[in-house]
């Protein structure tokens, strides 16, 4: 089974990014970064970018990790905080710990480009 379907398909994804960006905007961890941001849309990005990593029917048309997260000034802290939102989020979509560790481990490549050094 590929992992998108593993995580339940697009609307599970769907349910999870929505989810990841009201937990992102809520904890005072990260939610200073987010002040200016258009919840729906960044949801909108996140299911895309998710379903396609995953290897599901979808594009990613956003900007890429490196443009879209310089000058943001982004700590390990925050990249720690929202790998932890992540997790909470499949854990309340009922997505196994081995399948979340797949996610995990595609997206941890991203954190040179978004966090900054
Ligand atoms: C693996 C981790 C992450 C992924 C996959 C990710 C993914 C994305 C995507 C797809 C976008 C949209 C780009 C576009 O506008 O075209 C975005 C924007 C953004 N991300 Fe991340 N991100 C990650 C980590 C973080 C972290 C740790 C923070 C800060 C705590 C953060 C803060 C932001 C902000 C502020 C934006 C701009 C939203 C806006 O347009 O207002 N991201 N991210």
Redesign the pocket.
Known sequence: DSLFDDLGGKDAIARMMTRLVEL?SADPR?AH??E???KD??AR??TD?VCELSGGPCK?R??N?KK??IK?G?TEA??N???EQLQQAMDEEGVPFHTQNRLLAL?AP??RD?VER
Do not use: N
Request: no cysteine.
């Open positions: 992102t990260t970064q987010f200016q941001t258009k849309r960044l990005l996140l970018q990613y956003g900007v990790m879209s997260h943001l982004i925050e990249f905080a929202l790998v997206l991203m954190k978004i």
